[in-house]
């Protein structure tokens, strides 16, 4: 170890003293970028706009939790149409009707039923 640790030393104080050349890698140029251009017809202009036009419903109908609601929606362009209902926590029906475009912005009517009569029996835990 003692011969590895003085060879290290020999070679640090001959290339301090100028008696040991070290050349560096050359220097590696990158090279020329390629452009590729484009067709003759091309207007510098892409047309990423396409017809929207879609429909979805959905609904839920849950006794164990109380949950009862959906809701439909389309759309064709810039007119989306739709309507929603759900059971509200007290027992109302609530319904709402909208539709969307361009002329006349967003509207919405909303219809509320009175709470539903449900008897609802107290539970009693006996342990």
Do not use: C, W
Not at 62 to 84: I, L, M
Request: aromatic share 12%.
């Amino acid at each position: 170890m003692f011969a590895k640790i003085l060879a290290l030393g020999a070679v640090v104080a001959a290339a301090q003293a100028g008696l040991l050349v070290v050349h560096a890698a050359p220097v590696v140029h990158a090279a020329p970028v390629a452009h590729v251009g484009y067709a003759d017809n091309y207007h510098g202009h892409e047309d990423y706009y396409s017809h929207p036009k879609y429909q979805y419903s959905y609904s839920v109908e849950d006794p164990h939790t109380g949950d009862h609601k959906s809701q439909h929606e389309s759309r064709d362009g810039d007119v989306v149409k739709g309507e929603y209902s759900l059971l509200q926590p007290d027992g109302s029906f609530r319904k709402v009707e909208y539709s969307a475009d361009d002329h006349n912005g967003f509207n919405a009517v909303v219809h509320n039923s009175g709470p539903s009569h449900h008897v609802y029996h107290s539970q009693h835990h006996h342990y």
